[in-house]
DNA sequence: AGCTGATCATAT
DNA sequence: ATATGATCAGCT
């Protein structure tokens, strides 16, 4: 699948996956349905990618960088409340200095496509739906929330305290391990100025942010959201 | 039940 | 090791 050209095609392969089932997309893109997520814990993601034509690879740049547009699918539970934390990116631990500005934070949740996919745990893999698509932008005071729960991150790390910034600092926001295990190391300032290493970390957005940002979806967009009974 | 810290797969 | 895609799983 070819990167869409805009971003009008871009909602549209978005509405044209809403309401399949993850099996019947798997199939259409010839990706088998693992039994479950715990070894395949970012298959969904990928599926999604798959479709709508994201730039595939590890490249710390929004999914469509042409359309500056990140994909995120977002799984929903009842109620529907979201199911985890969004993982945003990697966070710049080697201490350089980095301005909100220019940060991949900032970068990456400029214009974010939200794809919400069931995600109830009752729910088999392969029979979650998936929802409507949106397209979201901060307003001015959700980025100021954010840039200023990055910025109390980033100035902990430049001054070589990152170990005293743990999941709970942040609104919205926040900084936990990325990493294969806890034995993960990356390079960082010590805590008196010397080279030192440390457990790479990753920015993520709370669920209670992107809760928020289903809400308003709600209250703008005209209802029956019709969430499948499930 | 929700949250924090840990972990899994894959590509470069 | 670093980046992507995330969810898992133990603890409060």
């Known amino acids: 699948m070819l990167p869409p050209a805009s971003v009008s095609e871009l ?129 001015e005071a959700e980025e100021s929330q954010l840039c200023a729960d990055w910025a109390e991150i980033m100035e902990a790390i430049t001054i070589g305290e990152l170990d005293r910034i743990s999941a709970r600092h942040g609104k919205w926001l926040q900084l936990r391990p990325k990493a294969a295990d806890a034995r993960a190391r990356t390079r960082a300032p010590g805590a008196d100025g010397m080279p030192g290493q440390t457990l790479p970390r990753g920015f993520y957005l709370r669920s209670a942010f992107t809760a928020r940002i289903l809400a308003r979806r709600s209250a703008t967009i005209r209802l029956p959201a019709a969430w499948p009974g499930r």
């Open 11 to 139: 909602l549209t392969r978005a509405g044209e996956i809403s309401g399949m089932t993850l099996a019947q997309l798997a199939a259409r893109r010839g990706f088998a349905v693992p039994p479950d997520q715990q070894r395949h814990k970012g298959w969904t993601g990928t599926l999604i990618e798959s479709a709508l034509g994201a730039v595939s690879g590890s490249q710390p740049q929004p999914d469509f960088p042409a359309l500056g547009v990140e994909l995120k699918t977002l799984p929903v539970g009842r109620g529907g409340r979201p199911r985890e934390s969004t993982y945003v990116c990697v966070a710049p631990v080697d201490g350089r200095p980095q301005s909100w500005a220019t940060s991949l934070v900032r970068r990456k949740l400029t214009c974010v496509l939200w794809v919400p996919v069931e995600g109830a745990a009752a729910i088999p893999l392969g029979e979650r739906r998936i929802g409507t698509a949106f397209l979201w932008r901060p307003t």
